[in-house]
């Protein structure tokens, strides 16, 4: 029973099978002049028709955040995102890393999600040209959100509006896009590029992958600088497979979205049991895969006591418990069935 | 007959099979807090006779020396190398980006090594504490060399008197830390810190890993940023497994040290053949397994025409054609006895 | 009746004529190695009760911030700050640049001022040694604050007390140290390190010199890198009497203070008129020289229509128009009983 | 009798004068929106004869170069220098401050000057386009050179063209630009833009202004970044007449020429009477007002007895004891006359 987060499983055997089979195989060009490296860039452009869009594998999603942010956002520049987003809340400075010094803003928003008039409101503030305030360059949006819901592609293009509108880059976080894909059920194109999306961290690594992420350019033209930035912050691979073995099976018979769709219907099965009991609450929509949910002290104690595993999660309200669980590409059924059972009895 | 590079081949059957086992086996403490981290760890306290050291996985040997490098110079620092180091060619500003704007002082000597007289004369200019002037922090050698050289225990011994004299450290690339270790034949300790190399990139990507390095700090204290500094560098995986479940198998059972023997053995056998034949010169001794030699013209067309790949090198005579051929791991003997068959008939 | 800012207005002639008669004397040694230089530190050193205090002119206020608090913390650091404070509202990224990626986060609090609670709270945040999160490193205060109030002693204090509990350092920006000082009738002592600020951002710019400041270190060994910091940031000068002589003559017999004592006192006359009239008023106290104060449109109109000069300023109210006026060394009382004339009457 | 560095001297009456005036008169519209500013904007299109070029005042050499670079080399660009140039010898890694990561490198050639063909070798690497490299981005020349020489018009064409062949900007150093044009006689736009130069750091310090450089953009289009970089580093003074006045005065009525020719013609003097003499020898022609001379022993004791005061300098015979001697704008003939007759009675 353990829910304590998607990061922490292991791999899906078919990912598994293929970095065998990548390695096993012999010499092969280095730094991505590599077989799987094309398959992939080839795989995602057909997945979301942009014949020309360009894609990068990388280790993780901090750096990818951080690469994709360093070609939209120069050192004076200044990025929107919501407060809970993990470039502003869990990433350690990376975004300042990679863009020598760009700054964070922070627009708030309900349930994890940039509030569109809000975010028109800052970036209508007179700074544009003007040298004592940074620049504003890009918003980056985080999908699904860190509150475990999803923006539709209509609340997506909302904000392409306005960020476009002044100029700016649209940058998506998709660590968990595949899980925000599953539940919205529109083709990748319609959630990313065609509502406005510039450059996309693809993730894979928390949906049943070892560790690969690939930043995605919808267009190419904004990828011009990344090659040298991936290279300077030591995340080019002579052994590029490494990455993109993972990143090709991930792709290859929809085993991305299969996965998705398994740690959703997980998290929906949990949730519907949950909530039907007394004294439970969600702080926010099940969407994806993260379930954010108040439950009274007894019940939290006879779950521990039986094995269970999740994080605590700040509550605003004094006196209340709040906890996150998050489900997985292998989380098994009777693990929910089991857990509810515990949580029915206490 | 593929003698192109180390980093070109595949990653040997113990390695793969224990990533594959790392991520068979379900859920573990991410970033670090897993086993296979802390074995590693161990491990290297073990194999280094240094109970105190600490050590940290990374995915390239550029951000390995990148990282044990930002640990040693201020961004005002001055770091010391042979020209033909690979952070000086080969690594696009990666030191600068990591150490936030230090700069690289060339200190030249033959086949590759720092002359250590050059290296005291460059250190005993009169610039400690002077504003205008970068700062002495660090020298950093390769090992085995760029030019397939390896330093003996007291030529790194010299090298390191003059750096801790002014106060720097000495850190050492040893991408083929292994090859250099299996040609000399002393301890990994007397081939590191007992003379005086205080922090260490482990290299294990060229000698049949899939991509791992580990930074080694003999000096712990050393390291008391490096966390920080790996991850907003984007080079903290979650799944850190997939990193360590490498070394774990490729330090397990001297896997690291036979693999290295392997390559050594194949270039020797493949320099004897070679440097036998009329019009073949070598440019450097071959310590390790990277073998640099002029051949004649024919020679090398019939070897072209074989199929043989390997890359030219620049040589200092106008007309003389020069070539590197790398072994490695996996090397069969069999294209070594083809390719100097091909080489004698022509 | 120009009120837009003390960054407008030219400077006092004793400044004036020391720096002439600096550049008049021929030849001195250069890089502060002068006498300037020198009597400036000890003329600080004596003001401030503190015979060990390292001091360094520097051009600017943002060079002076960003250089301060770069000595206090890493580019995985976290600086905080108040939401209206120069470096997060005015400072194009300088934080940033100086500190190579350390991050601002804004404490917000009445009138300008860090809510001592609302800080205390933000630093018992459980993210020291935690590698996922910016390292709280600093926290900086300006005095006298952008809303024209002053921290008294017991203020700083109280934010001194949780900055040093967890180990971090207090900067103060004191673009308007003399200002905040002569409202508030302590010692410099007291209104600084006796409070518990360890670097201070001692401003001269706005108080009467032409262009300079001074970085007063209380700790010294917290100045150990600061040179070298602001030798490669550019603001090492060779001739540095052009900064040095104007600072000597600026503390020279308490122009500083008199001159601070000057432009308060004409804010307090400009307030006093203006709140005695119908319809006005102030959006904060006015300890120092600025005056932040709501004026019917018809008054503002006469006013404008007079020639009278100042910025407008946002208010939170709709259909409220507020605006900042700006008293400095050399404002003529003649231009407030003018401009208090011309309001009375509309 | 003093040769130290025409960094040390004073400022010209004329200078001083106007520094004074600008700051009596009175408020003036901030960060540069002046009118000095702008005169000194409009002397400098007038005198390089380009109505287009776009002018920026700045404090320091040092700051004038890194903000000038910073505009032609990304974070993983090359920069070509000579050995000797200030931002490779003397600026503390301030070039790799300002540019986040750019690495210098090392063009060499006789008496301070890049020799063409070494230069057109350098660039000829194959290393365009291949993100193992850093990107050749700029070639940066000193006028007058570090050793005392003058590139003459044909020599920067030479430079300019591979500079530009490859795509590369061309940025001089002109710390002694006004000595090197009294030299070589031609127009200020022969010897910059129309020989190929891009962007010139213009410099007034060592000739007779306090402390002012001009950052020069001969193409306007590279300068869309600078006042965002210029704002970063702390260069924007809020009162640019500080600045601004000095560079008025400095280009009215040819000051700067004339006191460029006085610097110089002091220099020939100097050198006409010491190389009459016996064991002196100079290391360099004495184009500019750099002296790089060997003198006996003997006559370097009397000189020294008599409080003659100049530099050692390196030389690369054994035994051999070389000086730097520097005149300036305000060289006293008496100084020189009665130095040669010490040294002639030595």
Redesign the interface.
């Given at each position: 029973m353990?829910f304590?987060?998607d990061?922490?499983?292991?791999?899906h055997?078919r990912?598994?099978?293929a970095?065998?089979r990548?390695?096993?195989?012999?010499?092969?060009?280095?730094?991505g002049a590599d077989d799987w490296t094309h398959r992939v860039e080839h795989r995602l452009r057909d997945l979301f028709e942009k014949p020309d869009l360009a894609a990068f594998p990388?280790?993780?999603g901090?750096?990818?955040n951080?690469?994709a942010l360093a070609c939209c956002a120069?050192?004076?520049?200044a990025i929107y995102c919501h407060p809970t987003a993990h470039i502003a809340a869990?990433?350690?400075?990376?975004p300042?890393?990679?863009t020598?010094?760009?700054?964070?803003f922070r627009v708030d928003g309900p349930a994890g999600k940039i509030d569109p008039k809000k975010l028109a409101e800052a970036l209508a503030q007179p700074v544009y040209g003007v040298?004592?305030?940074?620049?504003p360059a890009a918003v980056s949006i985080t999908q699904a959100t860190e509150c475990g819901t999803v923006y539709a592609p209509e609340e997506i293009a909302a904000i392409a509006t306005s960020t476009h509108r002044h100029g700016l880059k649209l940058h998506m976080d998709g660590a968990r896009f595949a899980n925000a894909l599953s539940f919205i059920g529109c083709s990748p194109a319609e959630l990313s590029w065609k509502a406005g999306v510039d450059v996309l961290s693809f993730g894979a690594?928390?949906n049943g992958a070892?560790?690969a992420e690939a930043v995605v350019f919808f267009d190419a033209d904004l990828a011009r600088?990344f090659?040298?930035?991936?290279?300077?912050?030591?995340?080019?691979?002579?052994?590029m497979?490494?990455l993109s073995a993972q990143l090709d099976a991930y792709l290859a018979d929809s085993l991305w979205l299969s996965n998705a769709h398994h740690a959703n219907t997980m998290a929906r099965r949990l949730v519907a049991g949950l909530t039907a009991l007394k004294g439970t609450q969600l702080l926010y929509p099940v969407d994806a895969n993260e379930i954010f949910v108040v439950m009274p002290a007894h019940m939290h104690d006879e779950l521990q006591a039986a094995g269970a595993q999740y994080h605590p999660w700040p509550s605003d309200r004094p006196g209340e418990r709040a906890f996150r669980l998050v489900t997985a590409f292998?989380t098994n059924p009777k693990d929910i069935d089991r857990f509810l059972s515990i949580a029915k009895a206490a």
């Open positions: 353990n304590r987060s990061n922490e499983v292991g791999a055997p990912i598994i099978e970095v065998s990548a390695f096993a195989s012999g010499a092969a060009p280095s730094y990388v280790l993780t901090t750096a990818s951080g690469l120069p050192p004076w520049g869990e990433e350690t400075n990376a300042e890393f990679f020598s010094g760009a700054r964070l040298v004592h305030f940074p620049q690594t928390k070892m560790a600088e090659e040298f930035r991936r290279k300077r912050g030591g995340h080019l691979l002579s052994k497979r490494l292998d």
